[in-house]
């Protein structure tokens, strides 16, 4: 499930930012609390918590005392913001960069991603 390319409690809250913009977890929704994701996981409570607090600090996840953490207002836009600068600067740059190096111009690129998205297999 983990992988050893980002720290473990980034993973975690890369979870929870998924099951965010799958729908998972609507707004206003409680979230699993940490040591649920600690079990499930099999992973230390501290780091679940590490994970969590991180969506906290960001404003994607609030706490409610005593009670749990939630999704908050506008979390799903904001993530979905966020993966899209990340899919522009590191796919959509890099392509045009290549593309540009290969001496194609802009309508044979629009043509090659217009056939790909019509007949990709995704």
């Known amino acids: 499930m983990f992988t050893d390319d980002k720290p473990l409690f980034q993973q ?7 099951d965010i913009l799958r729908g998972t977890y609507a707004e206003g929704d409680q979230v699993s609390s940490t040591n ?3 079990a ?3 992973i230390n409570p501290a780091t679940a918590g590490k994970g969590i607090n991180l969506l906290v600090d960001q404003e994607i996840l609030y706490k409610k005392r005593g009670i749990g953490m939630f999704v908050a207002q506008g979390a799903r836009e904001k993530l ?3 993966q899209q600068g990340e899919f522009m600067e590191k796919y959509v ?3 045009v960069t290549q ?3 290969l001496g194609l111009n802009l309508e044979r690129v629009q043509e090659l ?8 297999n995704s």
């Open 12 to 18: 975690v809250a890369d979870l929870i930012c998924s």
């Open 36 to 38: 649920d994701f600690a």
């Open 40 to 42: 499930f996981y099999r």
């Open 80 to 82: 979905l913001a966020t």
């Open 93 to 95: 740059a890099e392509f």
């Open 99 to 101: 593309a540009r190096a």
């Open 113 to 120: 991603i217009a056939k790909e998205y019509r007949d990709g």
